[in-house]
């Protein structure tokens, strides 16, 4: 499993976003933003020393 | 008839013979005649002595008529004691005191008595001797008396016969008489008497004594109610459609309502305006209830705020025995909370149960489903459980089947999480009693679980489009409409789940990387950005599987 934040281009503008990748190939993205508990667990796991996250190309 | 005696009563008589005696009727000088002082038929005693003769006669006479006397019983006489047969010539007669019929004392003033003094006139009607020791008592005719006893002896009845002197035995001597109370409650002063005196009681007789351990005065109509160690002394409390009337020793007990019941056999009973009553519309035989109207439920008619509590919905494909990280859901609505927990299951129609082998699992339900108040958890198998209400977070020890909650707040989350063991049919119910599983209509337990979590599958075409879209003014970049059948929960909450998935432009498929729009989440649908290659700008596109029966698209909502 990989973690890593991309920034994709929107209407309004570029948005954030923390990409999973699985092990068997799928993915799961959350908007990386403080509203979503997804991103709240993820933050906790990476505050715990428990999970890296590869940073955005630019970002 | 009387027996007379008088004084100084004497005449004379002239005749002759053992017969009748004639006096004058003319008495001496100071003396009175017998008609004086006698009346035919009386008796008295006579005495009759010749004037120049040895001759004389004591006896009984019974006066017959005026002047003549029969003599009746002749007591003594010349004639040695018969009667005398009187010659001629005068005698002197009169009223006499017979010698064997005069009580006379002796020298010595005794009285001078013989034969035996009658019960009628004070006497014994006997002639026993009274030894020394006896005690006298009656035979019914006589007064006898006992035989004499020993000293100590106590006199013993003998009923109807002679009393007789018994020894008593066990005597001895009692020097100090004092009482305790005990263990009952009663205290006692006074004592020790040892010679005369009083032992006051007072206290309370305690419950164990067979007391009451009451100091109360009973009111009117009040009863000693057993309460657990004692007694309260207290009146009766009437129920609804029960008057109770105290008095002074009684207590009178109404109805005020019930009665008979209502319509006809099997018909539920109601309140009527105060009144039993039936209807044909509502009925139970003992089997079957039936009701001919509308049955109006209640807001608390579905009764399982738990979702997918029969493991029915798998939407995510969870696999029998898949151990999972801590966060990641499995069947819809359940999440591992362990690191590396999993369950096994052979998946049923409708009811699943599932075999927690490793590490817990919970499900939360939302606070929107929360009304307060208390709840209760059950569901079968050998799994154990255990809840956080309030919004909190599940800890403490698990328990079996089932658990009540305290009161829940409304509006919070509750948590129920589960242990090893088997499981299945889990509820969550408001109230204390755990009812039978709430069955759910497949379509409806899908729409619940959609709510949370939405996904589309590729099972039955490697093809499969998942929404509709354009190609921006790069070929690199798309966007693509994604649909859901029910809304879901929070779109600020929105993750995407998704595998080998592409995009479509009519003349290129180019597999494609997705991530959520965030300026087009609604409840009821998403846009997605597609990072792709190859594509034409500006051309209608359709996001699709990818040439693969494994490809799926999701959404989730979960808590």
């Given at each position: 499993?990989?973690?890593?934040?991309?920034?994709?281009?929107?209407?309004?503008?570029?948005?954030?976003?923390?990409?999973?990748?699985?092990?068997?190939?799928?993915?799961?993205?959350?908007?990386?933003?403080?509203?979503?508990?997804?991103?709240?667990?993820?933050?906790?796991?990476?505050?715990?020393?428990?999970?890296?996250?590869?940073?955005?190309?630019?970002? | 008839?009387?027996?007379?005696?008088?004084?100084?009563?004497?005449?004379?008589?002239?005749?002759?013979?053992?017969?009748?005696?004639?006096?004058?009727?003319?008495?001496?000088?100071?003396?009175?005649?017998?008609?004086?002082?006698?009346?035919?038929?009386?008796?008295?005693?006579?005495?009759?002595?010749?004037?120049?003769?040895?001759?004389?006669?004591?006896?009984?006479?019974?006066?017959?008529?005026?002047?003549?006397?029969?003599?009746?019983?002749?007591?003594?006489?010349?004639?040695?004691?018969?009667?005398?047969?009187?010659?001629?010539?005068?005698?002197?007669?009169?009223?006499?005191?017979?010698?064997?019929?005069?009580?006379?004392?002796?020298?010595?003033?005794?009285?001078?008595?013989?034969?035996?003094?009658?019960?009628?006139?004070?006497?014994?009607?006997?002639?026993?001797?009274?030894?020394?020791?006896?005690?006298?008592?009656?035979?019914?005719?006589?007064?006898?008396?006992?035989?004499?006893?020993?000293?100590?002896?106590?006199?013993?009845?003998?009923?109807?016969?002679?009393?007789?002197?018994?020894?008593?035995?066990?005597?001895?001597?009692v020097t100090s008489v004092n009482v305790s109370g005990g263990t009952t409650g009663l205290t006692y002063?006074?004592?020790?008497?040892?010679?005369?005196?009083t032992i006051t009681m007072a206290g309370t007789l305690a419950v164990a004594n067979g007391g009451t351990?009451?100091?109360?005065?009973?009111?009117?109509?009040?009863?000693?109610?057993?309460?657990?160690?004692?007694?309260?002394?207290?009146?009766?409390?009437?129920?609804?459609?029960?008057?109770?009337?105290?008095?002074?020793?009684?207590?009178?007990?109404?109805?005020?309502?019930?009665?008979t019941p209502g319509g006809s056999t099997t018909q539920i009973q109601y309140n009527n305006s105060g009144?039993?009553?039936?209807?044909?519309?509502?009925?139970?035989?003992?089997?079957?209830?039936?009701?001919?109207?509308?049955?109006?439920?209640?807001?608390?008619?579905?009764?399982?705020?738990?979702?997918?509590?029969?493991?029915?919905?798998?939407?995510?494909?969870?696999?029998?025995?898949?151990?999972?990280?801590?966060?990641?859901?499995?069947?819809?609505?359940?999440?591992?909370?362990?690191?590396?927990?999993?369950?096994?299951?052979?998946?049923?129609?409708?009811?699943?149960?599932?075999?927690?082998?490793?590490?817990?699992?919970?499900?939360?339900?939302?606070?929107?489903?929360?009304?307060?108040?208390?709840?209760?958890?059950?569901?079968?198998?050998?799994?154990?459980?255990?809840?956080?209400?309030?919004?909190?977070?599940?800890?403490?020890?698990?328990?079996?089947?089932?658990?009540?909650?305290?009161?829940?707040?409304?509006?919070?989350?509750?948590?129920?999480?589960?242990?090893?063991?088997?499981?299945?049919?889990?509820?969550?119910?408001?109230?204390?009693?755990?009812?039978?599983?709430?069955?759910?209509?497949?379509?409806?337990?899908?729409?619940?679980?959609?709510?949370?979590?939405?996904?589309?599958?590729?099972?039955?075409?490697?093809?499969?489009?998942?929404?509709?879209?354009?190609?921006?003014?790069?070929?690199?970049?798309?966007?693509?409409?994604?649909?859901?059948?029910?809304?879901?929960?929070?779109?600020?909450?929105?993750?995407?789940?998704?595998?080998?998935?592409?995009?479509?432009?009519?003349?290129?498929?180019?597999?494609?990387?997705?991530?959520?729009?965030?300026?087009?989440?609604?409840?009821?649908?998403?846009?997605?950005?597609?990072?792709?290659?190859?594509?034409?700008?500006?051309?209608?596109?359709?996001?699709?599987?990818?040439?693969?029966?494994?490809?799926?698209?999701?959404?989730?909502?979960?808590?």
């Amino acid at each position: 499993m990989t973690v890593r934040e991309i920034i994709v281009e929107g209407l309004n503008g570029p948005q954030k976003h923390i990409v999973i990748e699985r092990d068997d190939g799928s993915f799961v993205s959350f908007p990386a933003n403080p509203e979503n508990l997804n991103y709240v667990n993820i933050m906790q796991l990476v505050e715990a020393g428990e999970l890296t996250i590869a940073p955005a190309e630019g970002g | 008839m009387a027996f007379i005696t008088a004084d100084r009563v004497k005449d004379t008589s002239t005749t002759t013979g053992t017969g009748n005696i004639t006096v004058s009727g003319s008495a001496p000088f100071g003396y009175r005649t017998f008609s004086t002082v006698l009346s035919a038929s009386d008796t008295f005693y006579y005495c009759v002595q010749g004037q120049g003769t040895s001759e004389w006669e004591v006896g009984l006479g019974t006066y017959v008529s005026s002047n003549q006397f029969a003599r009746t019983t002749v007591l003594s006489s010349s004639a040695s004691g018969s009667a005398v047969s009187f010659s001629s010539g005068t005698k002197n007669v009169f009223i006499t005191l017979a010698a064997t019929k005069t009580l006379q004392l002796d020298s010595t003033g005794n009285p001078v008595f013989t034969g035996v003094l009658a019960i009628a006139n004070g006497g014994t009607n006997s002639t026993a001797t009274p030894t020394a020791g006896t005690v006298p008592y009656g035979t019914g005719t006589a007064i006898a008396y006992s035989a004499a006893g020993t000293a100590g002896q106590v006199l013993t009845s003998g009923g109807t016969g002679a009393p007789t002197w018994s020894t008593v035995t066990g005597l001895g001597t009692v020097t100090s008489v004092n009482v305790s109370g005990g263990t009952t409650g009663l205290t006692y002063s006074g004592g020790p008497v040892t010679a005369s005196g009083t032992i006051t009681m007072a206290g309370t007789l305690a419950v164990a004594n067979g007391g009451t351990g009451l100091t109360s005065t009973p009111a009117n109509g009040a009863l000693d109610i057993g309460n657990g160690t004692g007694f309260t002394r207290t009146t009766l409390t009437a129920g609804s459609n029960i008057t109770i009337t105290n008095t002074a020793g009684g207590i009178s007990i109404a109805s005020t309502g019930g009665g008979t019941p209502g319509g006809s056999t099997t018909q539920i009973q109601y309140n009527n305006s105060g009144a039993f009553a039936g209807s044909s519309n509502l009925t139970f035989d003992g089997t079957n209830l039936t009701s001919g109207g509308t049955v109006v439920m209640a807001s608390s008619f579905k009764r399982n705020i738990l979702i997918n509590g029969n493991y029915l919905i798998n939407q995510r494909v969870y696999v029998s025995g898949t151990a999972t990280a801590s966060g990641t859901y499995m069947h819809d609505r359940w999440k591992s909370t362990t690191t590396n927990s999993n369950y096994t299951f052979t998946q049923g129609t409708p009811d699943t149960t599932i075999t927690i082998a490793a590490g817990t699992i919970a499900q939360i339900v939302e606070d929107k489903n929360v009304a307060g108040g208390v709840y209760t958890l059950s569901w079968t198998g050998t799994a154990t459980a255990r809840i956080a209400i309030n919004g909190g977070t599940t800890s403490g020890a698990y328990a079996a089947s089932p658990i009540t909650t305290s009161s829940a707040t409304a509006g919070q989350t509750i948590t129920v999480e589960f242990s090893t063991g088997t499981l299945g049919k889990v509820q969550l119910e408001p109230g204390t009693i755990a009812t039978p599983y709430e069955q759910q209509i497949y379509s409806d337990q899908l729409a619940q679980c959609q709510r949370y979590y939405y996904r589309q599958t590729a099972t039955s075409g490697k093809y499969l489009r998942y929404g509709v879209g354009i190609i921006s003014a790069t070929s690199n970049l798309g966007q693509a409409l994604v649909s859901f059948p029910v809304s879901m929960r929070l779109p600020s909450s929105y993750a995407l789940e998704y595998s080998t998935v592409a995009m479509y432009d009519g003349t290129t498929i180019s597999s494609a990387t997705l991530v959520l729009d965030v300026d087009t989440v609604s409840l009821n649908s998403a846009s997605l950005i597609a990072t792709t290659s190859g594509m034409v700008p500006y051309r209608s596109a359709l996001l699709i599987a990818n040439n693969s029966l494994s490809s799926y698209l999701g959404i989730s909502s979960e808590l």
